[in-house]
């Protein structure tokens, strides 16, 4: 938690997102997309293929991409430790969740992914379910990333895979079509080995 309160220090020294700003003669622009930065360069209003030569070296747009290269490795720390998070059955509060807002890169990681039953929505303490039920979170620490087993377990797996489909959502790491292996009733039989990839 003391890393992601530094992270949030770090992120309001880069360039701002989604605000284009104007660089010699052309605008600039930073965005969160698709789970990655992306930086896009428009001339009159147009959105360039390529970066312009003249524009590679320009110290504001060095800037840009130096924030670029920061918000990629947050991605790259946030995945993993959200990840973490889920594999541990961390749990966090509905004030941890407000508090992550404060880091565009999280904010954007966690929209993709179902909460524990529902899908959390910046702005608000609560959970959606598949059938929009509401589930409101507290002060407790009762939240965590749900791991395909919780969702197994509760026999609602293949719902939520359906709604992670039907939503063209992509998730930054494997949580509904997350490999698991449940154990078999001859694994049961014989508790201390398996064939299974005999």
């Known amino acids: 938690r003391f890393e992601w309160a530094m992270e949030a220090r770090l992120n309001h020294q880069g360039m701002p997102l989604n605000e284009r700003q104007t ?17 896009h360069v428009y001339k009159d209003g147009k959105l360039l293929r390529t970066t312009p030569a003249g524009l590679r070296k320009n110290g504001p747009f060095l800037n840009f991409k130096e924030t670029q290269t920061q918000l990629k490795a947050q991605y790259s720390r946030f995945r993993t430790s959200l990840e973490r998070m889920m594999t541990e059955e961390e749990t966090f509060t509905a004030a941890d969740l407000q508090q992550w807002t404060a880091l565009p890169v999280v904010v954007d990681l966690l929209r993709t992914r179902a909460g524990r039953y529902g899908f959390w929505q ?14 409101p979170l507290d002060d407790t620490p009762s939240c965590c990333i749900a791991h395909a087993h919780h969702l197994f377990q509760d026999g ?39 064939d299974r990839f005999a």
Do not use: C, I
Not at 24 to 37: I, M, Q, R, S, T
Not at 125 to 135: A, E, R, S
Not at 172 to 179: M, T
């Open 23 to 39: 660089v010699g003669d052309w605008e600039v622009e930073l965005k969160l997309a698709n789970l990655e930065p992306q930086l």
């Open 122 to 135: 910046v702005g608000h303490d609560q959970l959606t379910g598949l059938n929009g039920v509401v589930t």
């Open 156 to 194: 609602v797996l293949a719902d939520w895979q359906r709604e992670v489909v039907r939503r063209g959502m992509v998730q930054p790491f494997k949580q509904v079509f997350r490999e698991l292996y449940v154990l078999t009733p001859a694994e049961q039989d014989t508790r201390t080995f398996s």
